[in-house]
């Protein structure tokens, strides 16, 4: 699995990720039960609301090798702050839409 991970950029200024990056090393989260290697092929915010700019960082993670788009937690979760992303639901259909079936997208990480 080489998967490129987008977070909510509100939330980049305090929070380093640590908690994605674990989910994916322990296979914690969204990532349990994956048996094959996981290879993070960028770590990217969405460009800010109303998350226009998500598809084209989406589609750039896929040109650099990503299989799977990773919504981290702080999108639909709202991890840390209990404040999930408004637009998280469009953000995803709008992914989805753009990048067609081939692509996995997970909603969240840890």
């Known amino acids: ?30 990532f349990e039960g994956v048996e094959e290697e996981i290879e993070i092929v960028g770590f990217i915010n969405c460009g800010g609301c109303p998350a226009k700019k998500s598809v084209l960082r989406a589609r750039e993670l896929v040109k650099r090798g990503a299989d799977t788009i990773a919504l981290a937690s702080c999108i639909q979760k709202g991890a840390p702050i209990g404040y999930p992303c408004p637009f998280a639901k469009k953000m995803k259909d709008l992914i989805a839409e753009d990048l067609g079936e081939s692509i996995v997208i997970l909603d969240y990480t840890h």
Do not use: H, L, W
Not at 2 to 30: H, L, W
């Open 1 to 30: 699995m080489k998967v490129g991970i987008i977070r909510c950029m509100q939330t980049e200024d305090y929070c380093p990720g640590t908690s994605d990056f674990k989910a994916i090393t322990n296979r914690t989260g969204v």
